[in-house]
Structures are given as C-alpha cells and as structure tokens.
C-alpha cells in the first residue's frame, strides 16, 4: 500500500480507467445474466454495453478526483429505459447487478494490487455516492 490512501486509489483508478471498455462490456454481460430479461428486445447489448461504459467512467474519474459523480447519467439511462418498455423490476435489478459490478471490481483491484485499503476504499466510495 502507497504512503498516501488519495495516492494509491488515484493509482488504482488509473488502471482501471484504462481497461474501461472491456470493464464496461464486462458489466453489461453481468446485467444481461443477473437480471435475463433486461435488454431482451428493447435494448440492444452494444447500446448496453456503451451505457455500461458511459457509467463506470463516471464513477470512475469521480473516484480519482477528475470530475464529480454525474447522476443525471443514471436518470437519463433510466428514462430511455422506459421508453424503451424495459420493465421497473428489471430496471432495479439491473442497476443494483451493476453497483455489485463495481464494488466487487473496486475491491478486487484493491486487493491485488495493495494500493488502497479496506476502509480508504469504503470512504472514498462512500463520498462520491453521498450526493
């Protein structure tokens, strides 16, 4: 672990701001299998698969201090989803698949590289997602 906690996230962020797109395809599959009927016919994968990235690079760059979290993205991608007939129930589920995509990515970086702690990982987290 870096000597300075905003140091080794800003280095952990990094990394996996670099691998976004194949990180971001990585979600949409888990929120295709987590929740089966998302998409099906109202949303095409690569249409998911650009949202995922779209999301994960938000909270992301706002994880290392680049840019605050945008919540208007999540609203956005939940009215379009509407329009699209994607049912509620899937909608939730989905975005919950999701938010357990990047707490278990998070954590699973942290531990491999050693780079940030437990607890620096919650804060941090935990301050981007208290807007």
């Known amino acids: 672990m870096t000597d300075e906690p905003a ?3 800003a280095k952990l962020v990094a990394g996996l701001l670099e691998r976004v797109g194949e990180l971001g395809d990585a979600m949409a599959e888990r929120i ?3 929740a089966s ?3 099906g016919n109202c949303v095409p994968l690569e249409e998911l698969r650009e949202s995922c990235r ?3 690079r938000n909270v992301l760059r706002a994880l290392a201090g680049q ?3 945008d919540p208007s993205l999540g609203t956005d991608t939940g009215r ?3 329009r699209q007939n994607v049912p509620e129930t899937t909608l ?4 919950r698949s999701g938010i357990r995509f990047v707490w ?3 954590i699973a970086e942290a531990t491999a590289t050693g780079l940030v702690d437990h607890e620096g990982l919650v804060t941090a987290v935990s301050s981007i997602w208290a807007v």
């Not at 939730?92 to 975005?95: K, P, R, V």
């Open 7 to 9: 140091e080794g996230l």
């Open 32 to 34: 295709r299998s987590e």
């Open 37 to 39: 009927d998302h998409g």
């Open 54 to 56: 779209v999301e994960l």
């Open 67 to 69: 840019a605050p979290l």
């Open 80 to 82: 379009r989803r509407a």
């Open 92 to 95: 939730i589920a989905s975005y």
């Open 104 to 106: 278990e990515l998070l």
